[in-house]
């Protein structure tokens, strides 16, 4: 081969692995790893430690609330779903999931809301709720130490890559995407702190920052936020597509409920 | 009743020291955070933390806002004897709340 | 917090020693910095640690915590979470049944989360 055919063989490779890099290649289930994994090892014992993790007192006032008879009828969650503990074990796992009675997929505080509204004829709870964290937390706590599986199937597939793409996608005054902290930059340091890589492995999670428990979207929201981008109504579908997307990336780890991070 | 988790062995060998444990549901506002509206958020705080094995006073915790939301106390005592232990907060705006344990000594 | 430690030890001497203080050299978020106190004692009627008090130096208060204990802990020994608002040093001081005063310290780097809220 002559100079300029190897000069253009080289350039073209050269082209191919750039144009690899440029469509950033998703984190391989060999390499993924939570968000505990990125933390210090004094937080890491505040959130093994169930007697000092903050989060176990919302699993608390979960059980409680699971007990407890609301509405005209006075059904409980234990009235149709029993010990939790048997009922709801691995069940959080699999969320978000397709709903087939309202044909779009739902999270965990959604279909929540739809057995209140459905089921115990109550008025469904405001995101962020207190209650409707706890019993989230509570119920989340039952999948403890399961891998996060959602089924991705043909339904369900049209949401997950329209999280892919919200994820994917430059927004906001930063021009900067989920995907480049979170899939090219986990491990290194934004400011002081240490960037995981973003799985929802332990939601609804004890932030540190808030002092208190929150849901996902709370936390994507102060990412969009963070990001300077524009954030969406509570209830819009992207935060639903994007949450989708997030639990399918996260397949295989294991769940944390109540998680604690910083 | 605020929720609290208290985390004390059920039996003990007598003489054996034991670790206590305690997490209590309260916001621990410190009076120095602005709201977004720029008004100061008042303080509102648990002040005081007490213990006491079977009556009598074992451990007593003043503590100021500096102590973090969802306040954690963790401390040891002897095993002497079997009986309960009780656990008091108190704090700003009348907050006051009680917890007990049992434990077993032989 | 000079105040706040002569409030503590009045006309007594400040000893460095037998206090152990625990936290971490940095945080990734200062709402709930844990912490540890062990000090060196036998805790017994005659020889006992009374108080473990903990002063921070660039809250808007010194004071953190005070502890009132006696011979039935077994050991002198705390654990808790606190607030801290910025990268600063942190003071434990002990005060024995003989009416001494130990001291131990620790500093703490502490960082900020990268992506935060608007609401509080």
């Given at each position: 081969?002559?100079?300029?055919?190897?000069?253009l063989?080289e350039?073209?490779?050269?082209?191919?692995?750039?144009?690899v890099?440029?469509?950033?290649?998703?984190i391989?289930?060999?390499?993924?790893?939570?968000?505990?994994?990125?933390?210090?090892?004094?937080?890491?014992?505040?959130?093994?430690?169930?007697?000092?993790?903050?989060?176990?007192?919302?699993?608390?006032?979960?059980?409680?609330?699971?007990?407890?008879?609301?509405?005209?009828?006075?059904?409980?969650?234990?009235?149709?779903?029993?010990?939790?503990?048997i009922?709801?074990k691995?069940?959080?796992?699999r969320?978000?999931?397709?709903?087939?009675?309202?044909?779009?997929?739902?999270?965990?505080?959604?279909?929540?809301?739809?057995?209140r509204?459905?089921?115990?004829?109550?008025?469904?709870?405001?995101?962020?709720?207190?209650?409707?964290?706890?019993?989230?937390a509570?119920?989340?706590?039952?999948?403890?130490?399961?891998?996060?599986?959602?089924?991705?199937?043909?339904?369900?597939?049209?949401?997950?890559e329209g999280?892919?793409?919200?994820?994917?996608?430059?927004?906001?005054?930063?021009?900067?995407?989920?995907?480049?902290?979170?899939?090219?930059?986990?491990?290194?340091?934004?400011?002081?702190?240490?960037?995981?890589?973003?799985?929802?492995?332990?939601?609804?999670?004890?932030?540190?920052?808030?002092q208190?428990?929150?849901?996902?979207?709370?936390?994507?929201?102060?990412?969009?936020?963070?990001m300077?981008?524009?954030?969406?109504?509570?209830d819009?579908?992207?935060?639903?597509?994007?949450?989708?997307y997030?639990?399918?990336?996260?397949?295989?780890?294991?769940?944390?409920?109540?998680?604690?991070?910083? | 009743m605020?929720?609290?988790?208290?985390?004390?062995?059920?039996?003990?060998?007598?003489?054996?020291?034991?670790?206590?444990?305690t997490?209590i549901?309260?916001?621990?506002?410190?009076?120095?955070?602005?709201?977004?509206?720029?008004?100061?958020?008042?303080?509102?705080?648990?002040?005081?933390?007490?213990?006491?094995?079977?009556?009598e006073e074992?451990?007593?915790?003043?503590l100021?806002p500096?102590?973090?939301?969802?306040?954690f106390l963790?401390?040891?005592?002897?095993?002497?004897?079997?009986?309960?232990?009780?656990f008091?907060?108190?704090?700003?705006?009348?907050?006051?709340?009680?917890?007990?344990?049992?434990?077993?000594?032989? | 917090?000079?105040?706040l430690?002569?409030?503590?030890?009045?006309?007594?001497?400040?000893?460095?020693?037998?206090?152990?203080?625990?936290?971490?050299?940095?945080?990734?978020?200062?709402n709930?910095?844990?912490?540890?106190?062990?000090?060196?004692?036998?805790?017994?009627?005659?020889?006992?640690?009374?108080?473990?008090?903990?002063?921070?130096?660039?809250?808007?208060q010194?004071?953190?915590?005070?502890?009132?204990?006696?011979p039935?802990?077994g050991?002198?020994?705390?654990?808790?979470?606190?607030?801290?608002?910025?990268?600063?040093?942190?003071?434990?001081?002990?005060?024995?049944?003989?009416?001494?005063?130990?001291?131990?310290?620790?500093?703490?780097?502490?960082t900020?989360?990268?992506?935060?809220?608007?609401?509080?």
């Amino acid at each position: 081969m002559n100079a300029l055919a190897s000069v253009l063989v080289e350039l073209t490779a050269g082209a191919m692995l750039l144009a690899v890099a440029a469509t950033a290649a998703d984190i391989p289930a060999e390499e993924r790893r939570s968000g505990y994994d990125f933390m210090s090892r004094e937080l890491k014992a505040m959130q093994d430690d169930e007697a000092a993790n903050p989060g176990m007192l919302a699993v608390l006032d979960g059980e409680a609330i699971w007990q407890r008879g609301e509405g005209a009828g006075g059904k409980s969650c234990a009235t149709c779903h029993g010990d939790a503990r048997i009922s709801m074990k691995a069940v959080a796992a699999r969320y978000p999931t397709f709903d087939n009675a309202i044909g779009r997929p739902i999270d965990l505080e959604q279909r929540i809301n739809r057995c209140r509204s459905e089921h115990q004829q109550v008025a469904p709870l405001p995101f962020e709720h207190k209650d409707l964290l706890a019993l989230a937390a509570y119920v989340a706590h039952q999948s403890k130490g399961q891998p996060i599986s959602v089924t991705d199937d043909a339904r369900s597939r049209p949401f997950i890559e329209g999280g892919r793409e919200i994820f994917k996608l430059r927004q906001g005054q930063l021009n900067l995407s989920c995907a480049q902290c979170h899939d090219d930059n986990w491990g290194n340091h934004l400011g002081g702190a240490p960037i995981p890589q973003g799985h929802p492995t332990g939601y609804p999670i004890y932030r540190l920052e808030w002092q208190a428990l929150g849901s996902l979207r709370r936390r994507l929201r102060n990412c969009l936020i963070g990001m300077r981008a524009e954030t969406y109504p509570d209830d819009a579908p992207e935060i639903i597509a994007l949450e989708f997307y997030l639990a399918w990336r996260a397949g295989g780890l294991a769940m944390e409920t109540p998680a604690v991070r910083p | 009743m605020p929720r609290t988790l208290i985390k004390v062995p059920a039996t003990a060998k007598r003489g054996e020291i034991i670790e206590i444990k305690t997490l209590i549901s309260h916001p621990m506002e410190s009076g120095f955070r602005v709201g977004p509206n720029g008004v100061p958020i008042p303080r509102d705080i648990i002040t005081l933390f007490t213990c006491t094995y079977n009556g009598e006073e074992i451990f007593r915790a003043e503590l100021s806002p500096a102590i973090a939301a969802n306040p954690f106390l963790s401390f040891l005592t002897i095993a002497c004897d079997s009986g309960t232990l009780a656990f008091h907060w108190s704090g700003d705006s009348g907050f006051a709340a009680t917890e007990t344990a049992a434990i077993i000594v032989e | 917090m000079q105040e706040l430690i002569r409030k503590i030890i009045g006309d007594a001497a400040l000893q460095v020693g037998k206090v152990r203080l625990d936290a971490p050299g940095l945080v990734e978020n200062g709402n709930a910095v844990p912490l540890t106190v062990s000090v060196e004692s036998p805790m017994t009627e005659k020889d006992h640690v009374k108080a473990i008090h903990i002063i921070n130096e660039k809250n808007p208060q010194p004071h953190v915590i005070s502890v009132r204990l006696g011979p039935r802990a077994g050991r002198a020994t705390l654990s808790t979470r606190i607030k801290l608002k910025d990268s600063q040093q942190l003071i434990a001081i002990a005060e024995t049944s003989d009416g001494s005063f130990w001291t131990g310290t620790a500093d703490v780097i502490v960082t900020l989360a990268a992506c935060v809220e608007d609401r509080l």
